[in-house]
């Protein structure tokens, strides 16, 4: 009962003041002899790690000084063991070293989330791997009833699980998470929580309900000191959520924000992305100034405007950040610049790694796609009344049957008046006239008639279940 009730460890400071002590207790104590562990740990450099490495962890010497030795194995363990890909012994060793057992919850709290970082770091692709060792750890954690250490895992659970597109078990972890958080009221891993609960909704494509995470996450940082990287993604996620609302200028202040953060921290691999959103916003931001195009897609064609892609970036963001990265960006501003589908779709097919595989850059490519098609058929067919099909499509170098398609999507969707005459295989354009303002009054009407119906009727009801 006393172990049940026992306070496990509240926050990272309390890590920290033990990995102070024990270095504090190391220099006082230089009487403990530890040289068999020292002379394991060298020859593990040299061959036959594993079995060395592990003498070092079994070893019965408890001091301050094996313990920190013993820590040190435990992370080289794990390097040696994913360099092997035994990433099953991984766990086992988790479950059967007795190091774990002799330590003070908040060290073996570290040392298991250190781990956990180690195998991610070294094989970050390998989600189903890192998804069955999350769960293993889980289960050890509720066995020990470490709750803090199966919090913070589950947390990377999520994380794992939003990465391999399981949005619904991400997002059941994540509530049944966050219930239990708010009762312990932990703001830090709250705030982590609430943002990957943000990107599980926007995965969802559900923008509201990421906003409304986004916003929660905010709350809860506003008051405490959260870390660079944490608040880079909070400004990245922030960005995001903006560009699908249409604003490009306020999330590409977003993206420069979080951008800086991480250019400081010479994070180069999480930077190339938010460099990658901001060009994008510039790219969109520039077209909507163009083509007048709104971020549902609305067309009013500006034959003389041009697309303005010279401040895409800075000198130094183009030569310390060149790759292929900004080169797919900036062969897109090129090809959004002329307005030509047929150098478009080359660039996707040609950057096909880069643009493809990030959800935010792939979706809006595909909505500048499908705006840059409906503008070059609006400036095609303006001078026309009845126009051939073939014609069309031969002028944009585009497959009849794409362009029938689209023209027959966009007289459902009210961008012009016409109909398709598939028999002659002609397009008839119609003048748009004056809408009829009588019919829509009297569609209004109906409505509001429907409503007041609706509303009677359930008060009738009521007044029949009182009577009864």
């Avoid at 199966?150 to 972890?173: P, T, Y």
């Avoid at 219930?179 to 703001?187: A, N, Q, T």
């Avoid at 041009?306 to 030569?319: E, G, I, K, Y």
Wanted: aromatic share 6%; hydrophobic share 40%.
């Amino acid at each position: 009962m006393v172990d049940a009730m026992e306070v496990e460890e509240p926050s990272n400071q309390a890590e920290e003041e033990a990995d102070k002590h024990d270095a504090d207790v190391i220099e006082d104590d230089d009487e403990e002899d530890v040289e068999d562990l020292l002379d394991w740990m060298d020859n593990a450099k040299v061959g036959n790690a594993v079995v060395l490495l592990q003498n070092v962890m079994e070893s019965p010497k408890t001091g301050p000084r094996a313990t920190q030795i013993k820590e040190k194995a435990v992370y080289e363990l794990t390097r040696a063991y994913c360099s092997l890909k035994q990433y099953e012994a991984i766990v086992g060793f988790l479950e059967t070293s007795t190091f774990f057992q002799k330590v003070t919850k908040a060290k073996c709290a570290k040392v298991v989330r250190q781990i956990l970082d180690i195998v991610v770091n070294l094989a970050p692709t390998e989600y189903a791997m890192q998804r069955e060792i999350c769960q293993k750890i889980v289960l050890w954690c509720q066995r020990e009833k470490r709750s803090f250490l199966r919090q913070r895992v589950e947390a990377k659970l999520a994380s794992i699980l939003f990465h391999q597109n399981l949005f619904g078990d991400a997002l059941e972890l994540i509530d049944r998470l966050l219930s239990e958080l708010k009762k312990i009221d932990d703001k830090q891993l709250l705030v982590e929580t609430h943002l990957m609960e943000s990107k599980i909704h926007f995965g969802l494509r559900n923008v509201p309900k990421a906003k409304a995470a986004l916003t929660a996450s905010r709350t809860c940082a506003n008051a405490i000191y959260v870390a660079p990287a944490l608040q880079a993604s909070i400004d990245t996620m922030s960005g995001t959520i903006h560009t699908e609302e249409g604003d490009y200028n306020t999330a590409h202040s977003y993206f420069l924000e979080a951008f800086e953060q991480l250019d400081q921290m010479n994070e180069q691999a999480q930077a190339v992305p938010c460099l990658k959103y901001m060009m994008l916003c510039r790219i969109l931001d520039s077209l909507t100034k163009s083509l007048k195009l709104s971020a549902k897609g609305a067309i009013g064609a500006d034959k003389n405007a041009t697309l303005d892609v010279t401040t895409l970036l800075t000198s130094r963001q183009a030569v310390k950040y060149a790759g292929r990265d900004l080169e797919a960006m900036n062969a897109i501003a090129k090809a959004a610049t002329t307005r030509s589908l047929v150098e478009y779709e080359a660039v996707l097919k040609q950057y096909d790694d880069k643009l493809q595989q990030d959800l935010l850059i792939k979706h809006h490519l595909h909505i500048l796609q499908e705006q840059l098609l409906e503008s070059n058929l609006i400036r095609i067919i303006e001078p026309y009344s009845c126009v051939e099909l073939q014609h069309v499509a031969d002028l944009m170098e585009l497959d009849l049957r794409l362009v029938e398609k689209k023209l027959s999507q966009m007289i459902l969707d009210g961008k012009f008046q016409g109909i398709l005459d598939q028999g002659k295989g002609q397009l008839v354009v119609y003048e748009e006239g004056e809408k009829d303002g009588a019919m829509e009054k009297g569609l209004q009407v109906l409505e509001h008639m429907d409503d007041v119906v609706t509303t009677l009727f359930e008060r009738s009801k009521a007044l029949r279940t009182l009577m009864i």
